[in-house]
């Protein structure tokens, strides 16, 4: 990877785990939606890391903390608990962040944004309706007013069509899913929503039951490589 351009690793559509190096310095990133995430314990002879905080916890049989445990239970928000893990002695590398391993040691490096460039949300939603993610989610808040935007079993975030934003919380990873179609939005140059026209889709392919589907079209893009 030339010059250390992590966050270049991290545009592709998709939940993925990416693990780079550049020079003596190597990256371990996970997705913003937190399904693959990372954790990592430094030890005397280096830096472990692992997409299981168990496994760590078992090179050495680490106990559970039991204030995270408990946090984790009430509020089942992983960002809640910032690098903390449900063991002690392992960390875990907070949602927007990386994994970063040095001669020097490891540490954690913020790569998503903290604020985000003003955007114009209403002529954002065609974009996100055009992702065609797993987790994309269409939601009638009111009769007259549908939100399109990212939810799991646990997160929830959509746009409304006045322009306003609806998370379960505010570090929810939902919402970090959400701000990233946005900025992929703009990346693009903002495109008007004429660039993403409806179409129907037959559905028969057993996942439920036979019929059509309303999708949008999406516009082509690139993805510059390291």
Known sequence: MRASDWNALTCWPGSYLTIARSGESLAVIGDLAGQHPVYWRAEATGTWWSTSAAALAALDGAPFDPAVLAAHLALAQPDVLGQRSLFRAVSRVPTGHLLLVTPDGANTVRYEPVNYQPLNLPDAAPRVRAEGNPYLTMAGLRPDLWAPGHSTPATAAVIQQ?????????????????????????????????????????????????????????????????
């Open 162 to 226: 006045d322009g306003v934003i609806v998370a379960d919380h505010r570090d929810s990873p939902s919402l970090t899913v959400l701000r990233a179609w946005l900025a992929e939005w703009e990346s693009a140059g903002r495109p008007a929503p004429e660039v993403h026209p409806p179409l129907l889709a037959r559905r028969e392919d057993g996942q439920g039951p036979v019929g059509w589907d309303l999708r949008l079209a999406g516009a082509p893009e690139t993805c510059a490589g390291p």
